[in-house]
């Protein structure tokens, strides 16, 4: 490497790690304890660099945005394998869905905190760009599962749509209803119901 190349590197790690530290913040304490000074703390650098690289709580919560969005993919790569059973990959999905959720440090439980704050635009781009990835990939799971008869789906992208908001509805009830563990065990089955049902009808 390059000596030249040194102060981008450092700096990109850098960023990392204030991410990294930020969604610790989050996990830990909600959006009303992620500040500049909770995520120095979390990172081990001075609050002047955490203010260098994100500039102000708005790029904070935007770069936390992305690096809850990018966690919450390589959590859930394993659904799209092109190989395997898509029974298997798709019920492995539902049940990650829900059992992330109910883990105070899960990507896909920091995920709906950000979308749900009262001014979510710091996590729109993120989102949108996880959504998008997101429903193509489940589409290919979908249209897979189709080619090999198990399920009928032959207009998998419009699916992969209707999956993808059928399960934030159920997962949207479950947060809501977190301490109530035979609610919790009712919305899962409930939504591995209507998602099989959509797909079979």
Request: proline share 3%; aromatic share 6%.
């Given at each position: 490497?390059?000596?030249?190349?040194?102060?981008?590197?450092?700096?990109?790690?850098?960023?990392?790690?204030?991410?990294?530290?930020?969604?610790?913040?989050?996990?830990?304490?909600?959006?009303?304890g992620?500040?500049?000074?909770?995520?120095?703390?979390?990172?081990?650098?001075?609050?002047?660099?955490?203010?260098?690289?994100?500039?102000?709580?708005?790029?904070?919560?935007?770069?936390?945005?992305?690096?809850?969005?990018?966690?919450?993919?390589?959590?859930?790569?394993?659904?799209?394998?092109a190989?395997?059973?898509?029974?298997?990959?798709?019920?492995?999905?539902?049940?990650?869905?829900?059992?992330?959720?109910?883990?105070?440090?899960?990507?896909?439980?920091?995920?709906?905190?950000?979308?749900?704050?009262r001014?979510?635009?710091?996590?729109?781009?993120?989102?949108?760009?996880?959504?998008?990835?997101?429903?193509?990939?489940?589409?290919?799971?979908?249209?897979?599962?189709?080619?090999?008869?198990?399920?009928?789906?032959?207009?998998?992208?419009?699916?992969?749509?209707?999956?993808?908001?059928?399960?934030?509805?159920?997962?949207?009830?479950?947060l809501?209803?977190?301490?109530?563990?035979?609610?919790?065990?009712?919305?899962?089955?409930?939504?591995?119901?209507?998602?099989?049902?959509?797909?079979?009808?």
């Open positions: 490497m390059a000596a030249s190349d040194e102060p981008a590197l450092r700096g990109s790690q850098r960023r990392d790690a204030i991410g990294q530290a930020a969604m610790a913040v989050l996990a830990r304490d909600g959006l009303a992620l500040s500049m000074q909770a995520v120095a703390r979390a990172s081990g650098l001075a609050k002047s660099v955490v203010v260098y690289h994100v500039r102000d709580r708005q790029g904070l919560l935007t770069l936390t945005a992305e690096t809850v969005f990018a966690a919450r993919q390589a959590l859930e790569q394993t659904t799209f394998q190989e395997g059973d898509p029974r298997q990959h798709l019920s492995h999905w539902l049940n990650q869905q829900f059992d992330a959720a109910e883990s105070d440090d899960s990507p896909i439980r920091l995920a709906w905190l950000l979308q749900l704050d001014e979510p635009r710091h996590a729109r781009a993120a989102a949108t760009d996880y959504g998008r990835s997101w429903t193509y990939r489940l589409s290919q799971l979908l249209a897979r599962g189709h080619a090999q008869a198990c399920w009928h789906a032959p207009d998998a992208l419009r699916l992969a749509t209707a999956v993808r908001a059928m399960t934030d509805g159920y997962l949207l009830q479950m809501a209803t977190s301490e109530k563990q035979n609610e919790i065990k009712r919305l899962r089955a409930a939504c591995r119901g209507a998602v099989m049902d959509l797909l079979v009808r």
